[in-house]
């Protein structure tokens, strides 16, 4: 199994940029599917991004544009690059991972129930 953890969200405002991080320790010689989630206040996980062993990234249509996954495979180390800040993206964002399926990471939706791992969170607030 791995153990993930979050960082660098805050507050910025409307328009601004935000590189979140989530470290991944545990038994990482496994491959997995890495994705993006978010919780806005009152509102079910929204999935953002998935990025498989290789480097290979897939969005959700209506994610697709100021959001950017990647990944340091040296670092152990998966990133989130958030542009053109919206109030809208006010939300905890988690990183997840789930056992990579013989089909890839891209055969299903992005779906919370999907994922094996979990990070904490880390709040990520946009004013206007």
């Known amino acids: 199994q791995v153990q993930l953890a979050e960082s660098g969200g805050g507050s910025v405002q409307a328009g601004g940029s935000l590189r979140l991080s989530c470290e991944v320790s545990?038994?990482?010689?496994?491959?997995?599917?890495m994705s993006w989630f978010r919780q806005a206040p009152g509102k079910e996980y929204e999935g953002i991004a998935t990025?498989?062993?290789?480097?290979?990234?897939n969005y959700p249509d209506s994610m697709k544009g100021r959001f950017t996954i990647s990944q340091d495979n040296a670092k152990k180390t998966l990133y989130l690059q958030m542009d053109s800040l919206k109030p809208e993206d006010t939300a905890t964002y988690y990183c997840?991972?789930?056992?990579?399926?013989?089909?890839?990471?891209?055969?299903?939706?992005?779906?919370?129930?999907?994922?094996?791992?979990w990070g904490k969170g880390t709040l990520v607030t946009v004013s206007s």
């Open positions: 990025i498989d062993s290789d480097g290979s990234a």
């Open positions: 545990g038994n990482t010689d496994k491959s997995y599917c």
């Open positions: 997840a991972a789930a056992a990579s399926p013989d089909s890839g990471c891209f055969d299903a939706p992005l779906d919370y129930y999907g994922m094996d791992y």
